[in-house]
């Protein structure tokens, strides 16, 4: 169906590494969202991709939207502590579907 | 205030208790939605309203009760909660339904049954 399966589920990194996360599905969306969720908050919008193929960068942060509209990926360059949380993807069609989260810890 | 706003942040009930849980946007949107957040697990819908219509329910237990008055309220009654209901509640509204409209979320209501 539309579930996703986002990966990896959690990592630790040092400050200063590059970051890359994923969702897949073996469904057909026509937008895909990520979304950076801070602890004791709700999740906020971080990109947002409208057309397959798209590459969208926001700061440090670099999306896709696959070609196949079935995957997306999120790149985080240089980290820093504060981009501590938990990422979620969301693939849009009628209504929005959401993956499990990837918790990122990075250490200073 | 600005944004998606909820209270209270955090509750703590026994089964037999009522709450309820409140929700407020301050965005001039027309939708409003709640999810339940648990660990490690999806964010799941449970209901949408439209222009103060509830759109859908997906299968909540009726011990979850919603009620929009207007469109930038959204509140959830709580009764006879179990256990495994303990979670994050999220309230999020759009502009229009989210098949076309950004969901901005609020903080949510960390809810644990006792």
């Known amino acids: 169906g539309q579930q996703l399966n986002q990966s990896p589920q959690s990592m630790f990194i040092q400050e200063g590494e590059d970051v890359s996360m994923n969702c897949t599905s073996s469904?057909?969306?026509?937008?895909w969202l990520w979304y950076k969720q801070d602890p004791g908050e709700g999740p906020v919008l971080l990109i947002a991709?409208?057309?397959?193929?798209e590459l969208t960068s926001n700061g440090r942060l670099t999306a896709q939207f696959g070609i196949t509209r079935k995957d997306s990926f999120l790149n985080i360059s240089a980290s820093i502590p504060s981009d501590v949380g938990i990422y979620f993807c969301?693939?849009?069609?009628?209504?929005?579907?959401f993956g499990a989260g990837t918790r990122l810890t990075v250490k200073p | 205030e600005t944004g998606v706003t909820q209270t209270p942040r955090h509750l703590v009930m026994g089964m037999t208790n009522k709450k309820s849980l409140k929700c407020e946007q301050h965005?001039?949107?027309?939708?409003m939605y709640w999810y339940k957040q648990s660990a490690k697990k999806p964010l799941e819908l449970m209901f949408v309203?439209?222009?103060?219509?509830?759109?859908e329910n997906n299968s909540v237990p009726s011990r979850f009760s919603p009620e929009c008055p207007n469109s930038s309220h959204l509140f959830l009654h709580l009764h006879t909660l179990q256990p495994e209901d303990s979670a994050l509640y999220l309230c999020?509204?759009?502009?229009?339904?989210?098949?076309?409209?950004?969901?901005?979320f609020g903080p949510g209501t960390r809810l644990t049954v006792l």
């Open positions: 469904s057909i969306f026509n937008t």
């Open positions: 309203y439209n222009f103060k219509e509830q759109t």
């Open positions: 991709l409208y057309k397959a193929g």
């Open positions: 969301a693939g849009r069609n009628n209504d929005m579907r």
């Open positions: 999020a509204s759009s502009l229009g339904l989210a098949g076309t409209y950004e969901q901005f």
């Open positions: 965005l001039g949107h027309n939708a």
